[in-house]
Structure formats: C-alpha cells, structure tokens
C-alpha cells in the first residue's frame, strides 16, 4: 500500500513528535491513502509558513505487517468517531494502546460541523447526519515506533 504525507518539508524519515496540537487522532504521524488529499494537506501547510512549495511524501508499507499492528478502526464518521476526535481535539486523551488510528478525516468542510456540534447548536443526531453524505478522505495516524518503522520512503512530489 502506498501512503502520502503532505507538509512543507520532505520526510524521508518519519518520527514522532513530542509536541503537536491536538488532532483529529492526538499526536502521531499522519499520512493519508489519498494522493490529492496529501497534496491539500502540503500546500495548506507551505502556505502557513509563508513557503511557495509544499511537499507530499510518498511511503510504502507492507499489508501484512500493518495488518499485524494493535489499530483503532473507524470504518464511517458515526457517533464513536466524532467522540474520539472531539475529545482529541480538545487534549482529553491520552491513548497509548493503539499502535496505529484509521479513520476518516475531519477536514475543512467537517470543520465548521464539528464546531457548531461542540457550541451545542447541533446535537449528535444532527451532526453524524450532516458529516455522512460528506465524502471524508482517509487518515492512518501512526502512534508508536513499531508502526513506524513500518513506513518505507519511495519519493517526493512537489506541489
């Protein structure tokens, strides 16, 4: 399987941060099955950083040796997903058992859901109905050094 990695630097070699803002799955290395998604994520952040380039770099990653990895899996965002990543967003987990995280992602457009969900002008009903039709990406969020070490570099695309 091939992941992407978006950001405003190459990363050849992924490591886990010590300090991160709170993200949709808390801290770890993100990376995303979807190319274009990826890309978004490098330009978003090169701009951030007043930089013109943003980079997407691409890892392969064995299945089977994914597969064996201890993972928290959200297939949609229902209920449990949207719990998990409100309580990550706002630094209220601190998870250590998961080597790795799937799941969809909260982007721009689940945003301002999400956040009109946490003012409490929409109760869960109403937000897991607005996010479904929403065609979310993928994100395998990488949690401890096994999982990792699991992600091979091949290349960088410069966006």
Not at 36 to 52: E, H, I, L, P, V
Not at 62 to 91: C, H, M, Y
Not at 106 to 135: C, F, H, W
């Amino acid at each position: 399987m091939l992941l992407y990695h978006g950001s405003n630097v190459v990363v050849e070699e992924p490591r886990l941060l010590k300090v991160q803002r709170e993200l949709n799955f808390g801290k770890g290395f993100y990376t995303t099955s979807d190319l274009d998604q990826a890309s978004k994520w490098a330009k978003r952040t090169a701009r951030r950083f007043n930089q013109d380039k943003g980079y997407v770099t691409v890892y392969e990653v064995d299945d089977i040796k994914l597969s064996a990895l201890t993972s928290l899996v959200f297939e949609n965002p229902d209920a449990q997903w949207l719990d998990f990543v409100v309580r990550n967003r706002k630094g209220q987990i601190m998870d250590n058992e998961w080597d790795m995280i799937i799941g969809p992602v909260a982007n721009d457009q689940t945003a301002p859901v999400i956040d009109l969900y946490l003012s409490g002008m929409y109760d869960l009903d109403e937000t897991i109905k607005r996010l479904l039709p929403q065609k979310l990406k993928d994100q395998y969020t990488f949690k401890t050094e096994k999982s990792i070490s699991l992600l091979q570099f091949k290349e960088v695309i410069e966006v």
